[in-house]
Structure formats: C-alpha cells, structure tokens
Nanobody, 115 residues
C-alpha cells in the first residue's frame, strides 16, 4: 500500500511564503509523475504543479513565477514552495503521484492566506 504523507502548510499573510512536503512510502523513481492539486471551498480540484521522474515541471498559469515544485529523490519526498501568496491561494492542497496502474493521493493540507 503506497502512502503519501503531507506536512507543512497552515496560515500566511498575503505576500508571505509556505512550503508543503509530501513523503512517499516507496521510491519516487517508481512514479511516472508527481504533483500538487488544490481544492477551494465550493470549487473543483485543480492542478497546481507537476514534476516528472525526469524532473520536468509544469504549472498552472495562476501560480507560475510564484510556486516551485521540486523533489528530493534520496528522501522520497516532493515539495511545493509557495511564495508571494495571495488570498485566492487559500485551499486544501493535495499531493499526487501516478504510475502505470493508478493514482495516489496525500491526505490533504489546509493553506489559508489572509489579506
């Protein structure tokens, strides 16, 4: 059973920074890609950022230039560094990974950004 365990997040003022971590229970080399999604109240879950096993990244337009996704292969962990936070970044953030057989999700982490 693969587990993705998230940490980090919490509260920040607009313009501030937070970092999310996602530790996997197996080697992250085994995943085709990892990434982060978020879901605001009353909204659908949306893709925030992805990072492939080769290290290629992609971002939602709304976070480009502010968020950075990265991975530490030795620690089997991916990160989401969030800078210049805005109130509209408030959401529950979910770690995601996929392989040939299925998708995997973290437990979710609340991020609240106040103006």
């Amino acid at each position: 059973q693969v587990q993705l365990v998230q940490s980090g997040g919490g509260w920040a003022q607009a313009g501030g920074s937070l970092r999310l971590s996602c530790a996997a229970s197996r080697s992250i080399f085994s995943f085709d890609a990892m990434g982060w999604y978020r879901q605001a109240p009353g909204e659908q879950r949306e893709l925030v950022a992805t990072i492939t096993s080769g290290g290629m990244t992609d971002y939602a337009d709304s976070v480009k230039g502010r968020f950075t996704v990265s991975r530490d292969n030795a620690k089997n962990t991916q990160y989401l560094q969030m800078n210049s936070l805005k109130p509209e970044d408030t959401a529950v953030y979910y770690c995601h990974a996929d392989d040939t057989w299925r998708d995997y999700w973290g437990q979710g982490t609340q991020v609240i950004v106040s103006s």
